[in-house]
């Protein structure tokens, strides 16, 4: 046997994660300039990042040969949420954080319930801690809760939640994943995840963090790396229970937030003004696209956050065509959806170059 024979089943079963495909990446394989091409798959703020953000960055440069001190952020996050800092939990992105919560709470013998259609990282954390998967079928693309909650088994120690969901962009109302918590066993863990939160219509948005004191079980992650336009600097955090939070630290990471993205986290926080033009920018293209999307007699499911998703029959093929073109957009054939597509919100000028590159590949 070798050694890799020798890693756990459920390890060598796992497979990576496919992020999408990078700029130069798709330069490099079909020699089209790297000006030349957009990319539309990620879910990545088209303004970059904020101002404020980039000037903490570069302050912070001279800082480099010190450990991160994460006090700050933690401080000013304890301060915008109305909780404890003992409840906030740091990570190198929220994958990160779920990461950790997958390892403190889940194990060989032990279950998670999630969506089908839900983010991707949900399976393989569960499955990466050795937890068997449960996946509920998903209801008009997105969370049916009534049959999460009639899946949870005695084993099952998390379930996990996207609001909005990604890639579908669904999204649950704040009287629905209350009614959830209500009915979820104390001893489950229930990660409602965040990501997209912010580009959610302000009547929509959900102050989730304020029901932390009637759910010790909940647990909220939020990133930096969507409307903040953090991506690259990788920072996210979760909002729990104190004694939640505190086995999460114990298996996270010493300093697995780096200086960069500390400093960066902290300046973005106070840039109102480029997370309101951020989201002015998004509900302009979610509306450039989405006519755009009509126009060309395409299904496409509404929009919750900084992306939609569309029905284009062979989307293997349609992709295809448009990297052709220089344009990158999100196959999600992984996500049981082999015949749709996502794409980001971009700019306008970006937008409308997505959309006259589809009517050429659906041509």
């Given at each position: 046997m070798s050694l890799c024979d020798h890693s756990p089943a459920y390890i060598r079963a796992l497979s990576a994660y496919q992020p999408g495909k990078?700029?130069?990446q798709l330069s490099r394989e079909l020699g089209i300039p790297v000006d030349n091409i957009i990319k539309l798959a990620s879910n990545e703020n088209p303004l970059g990042m904020s101002p404020k953000a980039r000037a903490a960055v570069e302050r912070?440069?001279?800082?480099?040969?010190r450990y991160p001190d994460d006090f700050e952020l933690k401080s000013a996050l304890a301060e915008r949420h109305g909780l404890p800092r003992e409840c906030i939990v740091l990570g190198n992105g929220s994958n990160d954080v779920l990461d950790l919560l997958a390892r403190v709470f889940l194990a060989p013998g032990t279950s998670a319930?999630?969506?089908q259609h839900a983010f991707a990282v949900y399976p393989l954390?569960?499955?990466s801690a050795g937890?068997?998967?449960?996946?509920?079928?998903?209801?008009?693309f997105g969370h049916d809760l009534d049959a999460m909650l009639a899946a949870i088994r005695p084993d099952t120690r998390v379930v996990w939640i996207a609001n909005p969901n990604n890639p579908t962009g669904t999204f649950l109302a704040a009287d629905e994943l209350v009614g959830f918590l209500e009915k979820v066993p104390a001893n489950v863990a229930v990660v409602i995840d965040e990501a997209y939160n912010d580009y959610l219509p302000p009547a929509e948005r959900i102050d989730s963090t304020a029901w932390l004191a009637r759910f010790p079980n909940l647990v909220v992650c939020r990133t930096f790396s969507k409307i903040y336009g953090l991506a690259g600097l990788r920072i996210g955090y979760g909002l729990a229970d104190a004694g939640v939070a505190d086995l999460m630290n114990r298996v996270r990471q010493p300093f697995n937030c780096n200086n960069l993205a500390l400093a960066a986290a902290v300046a973005a926080l106070g840039d109102d003004e480029f997370l309101a033009k951020s989201y002015a920018v998004n509900v302009a293209g979610i509306?450039?696209?989405?006519?755009?999307?009509?126009?060309?007699?395409r299904?496409?499911?509404p929009a919750h956050g900084n992306f939609i998703t569309f029905h284009v029959g062979d989307a293997a093929a349609v992709n295809e065509r448009l990297l052709r073109q220089g344009v990158i957009v999100r196959p999600i054939a992984?996500?049981?959806m082999p015949e749709w597509l996502r794409v980001t919100i971009g700019l306008e000028r970006d937008n409308a170059r997505f959309l006259e590159a589809l009517a050429q590949a659906l041509s």
């Open positions: 990078p700029i130069t912070e440069l001279g800082t480099l040969e319930v999630f969506s954390a569960s499955r937890a068997e998967l449960i996946a509920v079928p998903a209801r008009d509306e450039q696209i989405s006519a755009g999307l009509t126009r060309l007699g299904r496409f499911i992984g996500y049981g």
